[in-house]
């Protein structure tokens, strides 16, 4: 499964860099393939092991305020590894082939 998420924690002030950069950091020490852009964190893993990563990067961001905003969506798809580049290769092959 893929699990693209952002987490920021609310009543932090301005700057949310902080908090956002340890959610970050659980994510890459994680061992998952995972992926950081501008908006969303994406990781890659078998359910337990994604919702884990997630609750511990929540906490983490959540550190820094009296709430936490999370936004997540999934993509389940059993049986298929590599999709965090695999989807992206799919869609680039397509349009080179137009």
């Known amino acids: ?3 693209a998420f952002s987490v920021a924690p609310l009543g932090a002030g301005e700057s949310v860099t902080g908090p956002v950069a340890e959610a970050v950091r659980i ?3 994680s061992g998952l393939p995972n992926r950081t852009d501008a908006m969303f964190t994406t ?3 078998e359910w337990d092991e994604c919702m884990d990563v997630v609750r511990r990067a929540t906490e983490a961001a959540g550190s820094g305020g009296h709430r936490v905003s999370l936004v997540l969506k999934a993509d389940i798809r059993p049986g298929r590894t590599g999709e965090l580049d695999g ?3 799919r869609v680039e092959a ?3 082939a137009e």
């Open 1 to 3: 499964m893929l699990i």
């Open 27 to 29: 994510v890459r020490e």
């Open 43 to 45: 990781i890659e893993g």
């Open 87 to 89: 989807k992206v290769e």
């Open 94 to 96: 397509h349009l080179s």
